[in-house]
């Protein structure tokens, strides 16, 4: 059974930064696709990032620019740490953030999840 557990979340000033981890055990796949959501108050969850096993990166465009994705695969085939660095951060990216693997032939916004981590941006 996949598990997912982000940490990083914080209260940060607009223009800060903040970096978010994902730890990743149970993978029953090494093509898995690795991404980043967000669900602020009142509104849906979103696709932030994503990244596959070779490294192939994509953005939502309200973070490109801004935001960094990158995974570590562990000494075990079903392991990996997710990572999510935010850059000049913007109120708008408060959110509570969640972490996702899922098969690469499942589409976006499926698969197995993280319980989140909360990101505040604020003065």
């Known amino acids: 059974q996949v598990q997912l557990v982000e940490s990083g979340g914080d209260l940060v000033q607009p223009g800060g930064s903040l970096r978010l981890s994902c730890k990743v055990s149970g993978r029953t796949s090494l093509s898995d696709v690795l991404g980043w959501y967000r669900q602020a108050p009142g509104k849906e969850r979103e696709w932030v990032a994503s990244i596959t096993n070779r490294a192939t990166s994509d953005y939502a465009d309200s973070v490109k620019g801004r935001f960094s994705i990158s995974r570590d695969i562990g000494r075990s085939p079903i392991s990996a740490t997710v990572y999510l660095q935010m850059n000049s951060l913007k109120p708008e990216d408060t959110a509570v953030y969640y972490c996702?693997?899922?098969?690469?032939?499942?589409?976006?916004?499926?698969?197995?999840w993280g319980p989140g981590t909360q990101v505040i941006v604020s003065s």
């Open positions: 996702n693997v899922r098969p690469r032939a499942v589409p976006k916004g499926l698969g197995s």
